[in-house]
């Protein structure tokens, strides 16, 4: 690999790529849970609810779910401009890219939070039924406690799965570190600049799966 | 306390459709400790879980303490199962709080003061015998201790009955012992009406004062534990009480047993006081009758001394026949067998 020469780096433009990823992986974050997280819980009630109705709710939802999680994420950037602009003014840059990776991660994260609140044991459930609490009650106060691990399991997979989407989300010019290693490593011959930053994303990734890994031993209590 | 009229479950429909219930009627006094005991698959799991809608019946009422509670609204149900404690076999207890907050849990469902339930809980950690465990989460403790906890969880409502669903079944000989007793205890203590159902005759015959058979999703036989317990009548209750009193084997025996002079086998069955009395070797002793015994048990049922004796009488026919009629007369229940 002779003629790598790191010297002629520019590390300010390194940093400010740093600072997008996290911005677009925090903000889609945040965006992911708040509205996964009560679709999954939806998913979930509806899929054991005796109801004909609710079931064919779930059906509808099961579907527009699946249909969001085969589109591949590129395409999804590109489909959503329009709708991008409505929802933040911009359809690139950091601000851009959010509303893509929202749309296209919410819907994993549900799958996730559905199946984690699946394997709730059915058995604890009953027993906060037969003491008359609420369905309200029972998703507040055993189905998520109960889930817990499941959940920051699902998060951490969620988070992970978004970094790679917003590596890809340089097709808006959103920025971030996978942008600048397609840009420089890709466009320009300048593998150095690719290298580190994929060896950065790799870091990222490692110490999202270290902290997520800890907080679902910390909450494991089986 | 419980009513239970005309009772049907059914579970899927059409050609699928197969009856857990069917047509049951069972009533149920406040106070008592009722058993239901029947194989698996015998209804008796649906029974349990009709009684407090668990399980919705496809026809029939569901009456605690005065409440028909298939009438009744999603919302008005929710505050009446709270006057209905439940045990399980596999306990269902929350796996991410402590035993504190486990027990606590009923009371936070209803928003009750921080003091109230601190009050309260340390009240039943020490009624069930936990006060150190307060902190430890359920996969620290034993199976016993957890069906503690259950109890403590399913009592912390104050509920006017206690549901048991096959609750010693998961546990070890000592440990149902000790489970039982914590039962037998707190029904005398709060008054409360405990229906517990179960595969095995021992747990109806520790602590159960009336019991019901269940077969087919109908009750078979039922009546006070003494009764059914020494005069079974139908066939699935013999079975059950075969395994505690066995004596078909020894009775066969017994009869090949060639003796030079008359005899007859014959089963005495002595309750309460009596079984402490001499009553036997009085009366062999005015009726000149030999006897051998070949198979008996003293034990209890509850509180209530019982003793049965097979008994296998020698000496002149007259003086066998004055013999059983003797016995009758001291209020003991005589039947011969052979």
């Known amino acids: ?222 | 306390m419980i009513e239970l009229k005309q009772l049907t479950k059914n579970y899927g429909k059409g050609t699928h459709m197969t009856t857990a219930l069917s047509g049951l009627n069972l009533s149920v006094e406040k106070g008592e400790i009722f058993g239901v005991i029947g194989h698996s698959g015998a209804g008796k799991s649906t029974l349990i879980r009709c009684i407090n809608l668990l399980e919705r019946p496809t026809s029939g009422e569901v009456w605690v303490g005065g409440v028909d509670l298939t009438s009744l609204s999603t919302k008005s149900l929710q505050a009446e199962r709270r006057k209905i404690g439940m045990i399980f076999q596999h306990f269902n207890l929350l796996s991410s709080a402590t035993v504190y907050d486990n027990i606590a849990f009923p009371l936070r469902l209803i928003h009750t003061s921080k003091s109230d339930i601190e009050q309260k809980v340390n009240e039943l950690l020490a009624l069930v015998g936990l006060e150190e465990h307060s902190d430890k989460y359920p996969a620290q403790l034993s199976g016993g201790q957890k069906q503690r906890v259950g109890i403590a969880r399913a009592l912390a409502s104050e509920p006017e009955v206690l549901l048991c669903d096959e609750a010693t079944s998961a546990l070890d000989p000592q440990t149902t012992d000790s489970i039982l007793k914590l039962l037998l205890d707190i029904n005398k203590r709060f008054e409360l009406t405990i229906v517990l159902i179960t595969h095995e005759m021992h747990v109806i015959q520790r602590i159960c004062d009336r019991v019901a058979v269940i077969h087919a999703g109908g009750i078979v036989e039922h009546g006070a534990v003494t009764d059914v317990f020494l005069k079974p009548k139908h066939p699935v209750t013999r079975d059950f009480i075969r395994g505690e009193l066995d004596n078909s084997e020894i009775i066969r025996e017994a009869m090949n047993v060639s003796s030079p002079i008359s005899s007859r086998v014959m089963k005495v069955t002595f309750l309460g006081s009596k079984t402490y009395e001499s009553i036997l070797s009085k009366i062999v002793r005015e009726t000149g009758v030999d006897f051998a015994i070949l198979q008996g048990t003293i034990s209890t049922i509850k509180d209530t001394p019982y003793g049965q004796l097979i008994v296998r009488f020698e000496g002149n026919p007259d003086d066998i026949v004055i013999t059983k009629d003797r016995l009758i007369q001291q209020g003991l229940e005589v039947e011969v067998m052979g």
Do not use: C
């Open chain 1, 1 to 222: 690999m002779g003629g790598l020469d790191f010297s002629l780096i520019d590390w300010k433009e390194i940093a400010t790529a740093i600072l997008d990823t996290l911005k677009m992986l925090g903000a889609s974050a945040i965006f992911t849970f708040i509205l996964g997280l009560p679709l999954g819980i939806i998913l979930y009630l509806a899929s054991r609810s005796s109801s004909r109705r609710v079931n064919s709710v779930y059906v509808v939802l099961s579907f527009v779910v699946n249909i969001l999680r085969s589109v591949p994420f590129i395409i999804l950037i590109v489909a959503m401009i329009p709708i991008t602009r409505e929802i933040v003014g911009v359809s690139f840059g950091v601000l851009g890219t959010i509303p893509p990776l929202v749309v296209g991660a919410a819907p994993f994260f549900a799958r996730l939070v559905e199946t984690s609140l699946s394997e709730v044991d059915r058995g604890v459930i009953e027993a906060a039924e037969g003491m008359g609490a609420s369905t309200q009650q029972i998703i507040l106060r055993v189905l998520l406690p109960e889930a817990r691990p499941g959940l920051f399991a699902a998060m951490t997979i969620t988070i992970i799965t978004l970094v790679s989407y917003t590596a890809m989300s340089g097709q808006v010019g959103g920025g971030g570190l996978g942008d600048l290693a397609i840009r420089y490593g890709y466009f320009r011959y300048e593998k150095e600049v690719m290298i580190i930053a994929v060896v950065l994303i790799v870091i990222l990734v490692q110490f999202l799966q270290m902290a997520g890994d800890r907080l679902v031993r910390h909450f494991t209590r089986k």
